[in-house]
């Protein structure tokens, strides 16, 4: 079974911090690496697909990096607020088309 | 545009009965389907899911079961439910490929008394 790993599982930040985390997947047999933010009441929202080695996506003030080779993407959160806060998802494809295996999320707090 | 429904919002049944979730996908032909659930304290697993109609592949054994019926149907069942069952189930479609993002629909709160 594919094992993606976030870290770390829980953020606390104050607005106009910039944060960011990780999520590490197995580097063999890569195909896709998905972000996805996840709001109190709400279902989760795709942010990026990547799927490149030295992969940057870009969002207004969110982007994430990516390495296949070592196996580990990072997403960048610059001058945190309050909307921000979320449980941000990582999902590996493992190998399978539209098999998406996710990571248990880091959850982010923003304090005003 | 393509939208996403699933039902009911809530729900509490006791242990031993029975289980279907529904949920229908609009506006796309031919998409991936899939059922997630999140158990409390525990991120997202992937129960079930589908590329086409009556094609079900199962990730995790356990006492629930899928079908799709139609292309856009997809539905999620159980003939007797346990107390482990309780948790937040969510429902997906994407396009084919795997660089498609999920849309998820708005998820049932299921509780097992």
């Not at chain 2, 109609?53 to 346990?82: C, H, M, T, W, Y």
């Amino acid at each position: 079974i594919l094992n993606v790993e976030q870290s770390p599982q829980s953020l606390h930040v104050q607005e106009g911090d910039s944060t960011n985390f990780t999520c590490s997947f197995p580097s063999s047999n890569f195909y896709a690496l998905h972000w996805y933010r996840w709001e109190t009441a709400k279902s989760p929202e795709a942010l990026f697909v990547m799927t490149l080695n030295g992969d940057e996506k870009k969002k207004g003030r969110i982007s994430a990096t990516l390495n296949t080779k070592e196996g580990y993407s990072y997403l960048y959160i610059k001058g945190s607020q309050p909307e921000d806060s979320a449980t941000y998802l990582c999902a590996d494809s493992g190998g399978s088309q539209g098999n998406l295996i996710f990571g248990k999320g880091t959850k982010l707090s923003v304090k005003p | 545009s393509q939208t996403i429904h699933q039902w009911p919002a809530t729900l509490v049944q006791p242990v031993g009965s029975p289980l279907s979730l529904e949920c229908t996908v609009e506006g796309t032909s031919n998409p991936n389907l899939y059922w997630y659930r999140q158990a409390a304290g525990r991120g997202l697993q992937l129960l079930f899911y589908s590329v086409g109609i009556g094609q079900i592949s199962s990730e995790v054994p356990q006492n629930l079961s899928a079908s799709r019926p139609q292309d856009r149907q997809f539905i999620l069942s159980s003939k007797k439910l346990l107390l482990s069952d309780s948790g937040f189930y969510l429902c997906a479609w994407s396009r084919r490929g795997y660089n498609s993002p999920l849309h998820f629909g708005n998820g049932t709160r299921l509780t097992v008394t």
